[in-house]
């Protein structure tokens, strides 16, 4: 079993930045892949950015590229993901996860294997 837990969800105005952060716990961070993925109200979960274990290979949805960054520390056992340039249809709860799959760059959310709770991400206009 991988325990995750994210933070640093919030409120914040249209062009801000935030930095998400989600903290595994049991077992190796990094025999995992980990994405991030969000869901708006009313609409289906979407793939956000993915990261392979070793952080090597980086994959992003069009919709966030050149303003998310997605990055991995496996020695404090955390994936971030930090978003730039905010927009209010950027507003989601945002969910990290993990794939046993190491290579990474899954979009489809079946396909992974933990999950977190999510953190609340706002962006007002």
């Known amino acids: 079993q991988v325990q995750l837990v994210e933070s640093g969800g919030g409120l914040v105005q249209a062009g801000g930045s935030l930095r998400l952060s989600c903290a595994a716990s049991?077992?190796?961070?990094?025999?995992?892949?980990m994405g991030w993925f969000r869901q708006a109200p009313g609409k289906e979960r979407e793939f956000v950015a993915g990261?392979?274990?070793?952080?090597?290979?980086?994959y992003y949805a069009n919709s966030v590229k050149g303003r998310f960054a997605i990055a991995r520390d496996n020695a404090k056992n955390t994936v971030y993901l930090q978003m730039d340039s905010l927009k209010p249809e950027d507003t989601a709860v945002y969910y990290c996860?993990?794939?046993?799959?190491?290579?990474?760059?899954?979009?489809?959310?079946?396909?992974?294997?933990?999950w977190g709770q999510g953190t609340q991400v706002t962006v007002s206009s």
């Open positions: 990261i392979s274990w070793s952080g090597t290979n980086l």
């Open positions: 996860a993990a794939d046993r799959r190491m290579i990474g760059g899954s979009q489809v959310a079946y396909e992974y294997d933990y």
């Open positions: 049991g077992r190796t961070f990094s025999n995992y892949a």
